[in-house]
Structures are given as C-alpha cells and as structure tokens.
C-alpha cells in the first residue's frame, strides 16, 4: 500500500508524511498524490466545480497584517468602498451570469458596521431567497456575526492564517490576537454557518511543523471550507521582499487537505492562478472544487490589491465568468452555478 492510500483510508497523515510529500522529487509519488485527490473530489461532487461571484466591498483595513497590501499602513494603497447601489448591481450582474453563491469580502472596515452590512444582506436575501450569501469580513464581535446570520447570511470565510500562536505573530502586529481568531471561527461555526478556514502556503516563517499545526487545526474545527492559496509579496509591506509561496505546495497540500476531508469544498484560488498561467486549472486537478470569479466593479477591480500582480483585474464580470468556464471545460470539468451546498 502506497503513503497516499494510508491517507486516503485512514484520514490521517503524520508530520513525517506531510514533509515527505511536500518535498519529494518522486514524480511517481505526486502523480499517485494528485490522482486519488481528484478521485476522492468525484467521488463525492463529481466532475463539477462551484463557481462563486466574489464582491470585493472595501479596501479600506483597521487592520496592519504584516502580509497584506491592504493594510493599514501601506498609504499607498488606494481605498475603495462600494455603495449599496453599487453592490446591489453586482448581485444583479451576478444573478443573470447564474451565480447563486455571493462572496461578500472586504478589510476590517468600520463603515460596514453591522447596521449597514445587515441592511445590505436582508435586500439581498429578499431579493435572491435562492441563492447563499457568503461574508468574508474578518474578525467581528458574536453579537455582529450573530445579526448577520439572522439578516441571511449562511457562510463565513475567515482565514485563520496560520494554527501556530508563535507564527501568528511573526505575521500581524501584536494587538492582533491569534486567540481571537480562533475563537471567532469557533463561534460562527456555535451560530450556525458553514464556515472556512484557511492559510497561505509558504508565509514568512512558515515550517513544516505550523503547516501540520494547520491540518490539525482544520481537522478539529471540521469546517465546510477551506481556502488555500500562495503568499505573493507585496509592494510597500514589510514582507515585500520575501520570496513567494511555491506553487507544488500549494497543489499537494490541496491534494491532501482532500484526502484528509473527502467532503470539503476546496477553492483553486486567484493566488494560485496569479502564481502559475494555470494553476486554478492545476488546482482542480489536485482535488480543487470551487472558484470564484470576480465580480466587483472592474473600476475598483485593481484597488482590492490583497498581493502584487493578481490576476482578473481588467476584466468584466461576464469574461472573467466565461473564462473561468471555458478554462474548466477544457480540462473536462463541468461548471455549476447553483448554491453548491456542502455535502456533509
Ligand atoms: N499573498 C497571498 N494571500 C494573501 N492574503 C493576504 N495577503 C496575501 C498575500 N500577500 C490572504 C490572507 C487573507 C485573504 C483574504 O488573503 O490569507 O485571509
Ligand atoms: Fe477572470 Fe480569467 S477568470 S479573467
């Protein structure tokens, strides 16, 4: 029985294994890898791969993550926020394009406190009661994910960025709080959404140990989501100069995030298709079974500049959708655009 098969029956991989696979040369090894990921993905979903209209609402971040284009102190950014109307236009843009998943994400931005996010979310649920709603909003308080959940929301993505408090913290200022994360994560999960967690492959101080620390993490919180994507530096951020995340990882850590959650819904990231002219295609391959394009207003498209270079930024929510369709297709998956629930 080959290491992969191990994985697969048991759900289980040591930290020895977790470095051995990511590091091999074996191309054997990797095929066998990314081959019985991308069984276990159709066994469960098939060959269909959830596409999701992401809305990027603000630019604007409370926050100072040492990682982020966003953050609070890169005064170079240019800051953003979409109106209402403006939101609202997008959903209907979206609607007609078929999307039935809108993933509403912005910095920590206290314009969008929760009188203003729930008014935006309860029109949107009224108006499209078929389709899901998505927050990526960032950390909040219980009572705010709470009114959010009652104004309609169903899913929250927040990232926990990495399961290691000593690692946390190389990675954002000291008021940001790992514990906090967590716990957020925790309580969204207590109030009733599916939830997403996730963390960036090949972050500063990144080691095989808080990369096992994260599939351990992902294995106790059981989330219905988990994104991955590559660090890609950023300009005018204090990680500017360091090295991007590598593209194999982030592909074999999709592979064995699938083996280790047959059920999870596992996006090919924009990070990964800025990094590799296919590499959400490559994703898919890996056991992958979401992606997301863009639906923002292209006028603000390059504004929401999270990392250098990201793909997607000129391009009309209709393209960006036929393009990723057509991308799909031509590896022999079928794109669906209906709410793609979690199969738990
Ligand atoms: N490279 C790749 N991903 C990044 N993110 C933030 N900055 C970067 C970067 N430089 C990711 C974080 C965050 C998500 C919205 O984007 O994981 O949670
Ligand atoms: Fe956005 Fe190709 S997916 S342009």
């Given at each position: 029985m080959s290491l992969i098969d191990d994985i697969r029956m048991t759900r289980d991989i040591s930290r020895e294994t977790l470095e051995q696979l990511l590091t091999t040369d074996d191309k054997e090894s990797i095929e066998d890898l990314r081959r019985q990921a991308r069984e276990v993905a159709t066994e469960v979903y098939g060959n269909k791969i959830f596409m999701r209209g992401l809305i990027e609402l603000t630019s604007h971040c409370k926050n100072d993550c040492l990682y982020c284009g966003l953050r609070r102190s890169n005064t170079t950014a240019s800051r953003y926020r979409l109106t209402d109307e403006e939101i609202y236009a997008c959903c209907a843009t979206g609607y007609r394009l078929g999307f039935r998943t809108f993933v509403m994400q912005g910095g920590e931005d206290g314009w969008f406190d929760d009188k203003r996010m729930c008014r935006i979310v309860s029109t949107i649920r009224k108006q499209y009661p078929d389709c899901a709603i998505t927050l990526s909003l960032g950390e909040r308080s219980r009572e705010s994910y709470q009114a959010l959940f009652d104004a309609g929301a169903n899913r929250y993505l927040l990232r926990h960025e990495t399961a290691s408090a000593e690692h946390y913290a190389r990675l954002h200022p000291a008021e940001m709080s790992f514990q906090h994360r967590i716990d957020c994560l925790w309580t969204l999960k207590e109030i009733g959404y599916q939830v997403g967690c996730g963390f960036m492959v090949g972050?500063?101080?990144?080691?095989f140990d808080t990369l096992y620390a994260d599939l351990q993490f992902i294995r106790e919180l059981q989330p219905q989501m988990v994104g991955i994507g590559p660090f890609i530096s950023a300009h005018?951020?204090?990680?500017?100069?360091f090295p991007n995340g590598k593209v194999t990882y982030t592909l074999r850590l999709l592979a064995i995030i699938r083996l280790l959650h047959p059920h999870v819904l596992l996006p090919a990231t924009t990070a990964l298709g800025t990094l590799h002219p296919h590499g959400r295609e490559l994703g898919i391959q890996f056991g992958a079974n979401v992606v997301m394009p863009n639906l923002s207003p292209v006028e603000h498209r390059k504004d929401y500049s999270i990392y250098d270079n990201k793909i997607c930024t000129g391009e009309e929510s209709a393209e960006c959708r036929a393009c990723t369709e057509g991308r799909i297709r031509k590896i022999g998956y079928e794109t669906v655009v209906d709410r793609g629930d979690y199969k738990g």
């Amino acid at each position: 029985m080959s290491l992969i098969d191990d994985i697969r029956m048991t759900r289980d991989i040591s930290r020895e294994t977790l470095e051995q696979l990511l590091t091999t040369d074996d191309k054997e090894s990797i095929e066998d890898l990314r081959r019985q990921a991308r069984e276990v993905a159709t066994e469960v979903y098939g060959n269909k791969i959830f596409m999701r209209g992401l809305i990027e609402l603000t630019s604007h971040c409370k926050n100072d993550c040492l990682y982020c284009g966003l953050r609070r102190s890169n005064t170079t950014a240019s800051r953003y926020r979409l109106t209402d109307e403006e939101i609202y236009a997008c959903c209907a843009t979206g609607y007609r394009l078929g999307f039935r998943t809108f993933v509403m994400q912005g910095g920590e931005d206290g314009w969008f406190d929760d009188k203003r996010m729930c008014r935006i979310v309860s029109t949107i649920r009224k108006q499209y009661p078929d389709c899901a709603i998505t927050l990526s909003l960032g950390e909040r308080s219980r009572e705010s994910y709470q009114a959010l959940f009652d104004a309609g929301a169903n899913r929250y993505l927040l990232r926990h960025e990495t399961a290691s408090a000593e690692h946390y913290a190389r990675l954002h200022p000291a008021e940001m709080s790992f514990q906090h994360r967590i716990d957020c994560l925790w309580t969204l999960k207590e109030i009733g959404y599916q939830v997403g967690c996730g963390f960036m492959v090949g972050s500063p101080y990144q080691t095989f140990d808080t990369l096992y620390a994260d599939l351990q993490f992902i294995r106790e919180l059981q989330p219905q989501m988990v994104g991955i994507g590559p660090f890609i530096s950023a300009h005018d951020t204090p990680f500017a100069d360091f090295p991007n995340g590598k593209v194999t990882y982030t592909l074999r850590l999709l592979a064995i995030i699938r083996l280790l959650h047959p059920h999870v819904l596992l996006p090919a990231t924009t990070a990964l298709g800025t990094l590799h002219p296919h590499g959400r295609e490559l994703g898919i391959q890996f056991g992958a079974n979401v992606v997301m394009p863009n639906l923002s207003p292209v006028e603000h498209r390059k504004d929401y500049s999270i990392y250098d270079n990201k793909i997607c930024t000129g391009e009309e929510s209709a393209e960006c959708r036929a393009c990723t369709e057509g991308r799909i297709r031509k590896i022999g998956y079928e794109t669906v655009v209906d709410r793609g629930d979690y199969k738990g």
